[in-house]
């Protein structure tokens, strides 16, 4: 029932959607770009769309009763961001103990205008051996969806100029919040 009420909204409000991911049950999807809170929403239709069960990390503060309940139901992942803990490694252990684990990131990690992309994602796919699907919002387009995906090489600054290169066509809700860094 969810996958077709979301696969209704999008056609209703006019969204195309494209899917080029893996068949593994275990990846990283980088989203890209992210200057809207209408990026979760769309995003969020999108999976549901399609049966998937997207995690997204949420600050563990957040999963109190009864929010906590609510933010597991979207996906929600409670992480540890104290100066004691590594999320990357909290991320990698998901990956590893979970039969089936969607993680969905924003390399820019923030709404705003952020010149430097975090490479996280990066770290965590390499260190859970699972692959990076391209994911995009375009809202000159009205697409969204996956463009394939690859296996992060060892080589972080040649696979983040790849993945920057890739978003520079996509237009974002506010194009003004967006750079990939890439001049």
Do not use: C
Request: hydrophobic share 40%; aromatic share 14%; proline share 5%.
């Amino acid at each position: 029932m969810i996958r077709k009420l979301s696969s209704f909204l999008l056609k209703l409000f006019g969204w195309k959607t494209l899917e080029n991911i893996p068949g593994e049950k275990k990846y990283v999807v980088v989203v890209a770009p992210h200057t809207s809170n209408w990026d979760f929403v769309w995003g969020q239709l999108f999976y549901f769309s399609l049966g998937i069960r997207a995690r997204i990390m949420i600050k563990k503060e957040l999963f109190y009763f009864p929010l906590g309940n609510m933010l597991r139901a979207l996906g929600g992942v409670p992480v540890d961001r104290s100066g004691d803990t590594d999320i990357v490694d909290q991320m990698i252990r998901e990956l590893s103990i979970n039969d089936s684990f969607i993680l969905v990131l924003t390399p820019e990690g923030t709404r705003s205008r952020a010149a430097v992309w975090k490479t996280g994602f990066h770290r965590i796919a390499r260190g859970a051996d699972v692959p990076v699907v391209l994911g995009f919002i375009d809202y000159k387009r009205k697409e969204l969806g996956t463009a394939g995906f690859f296996y992060p090489s060892g080589d972080v600054e040649a696979d983040m100029n790849r993945i920057k290169k890739f978003y520079e066509n996509i237009t974002p809700r506010y194009p003004e919040k967006f750079t990939t860094g890439i001049e």
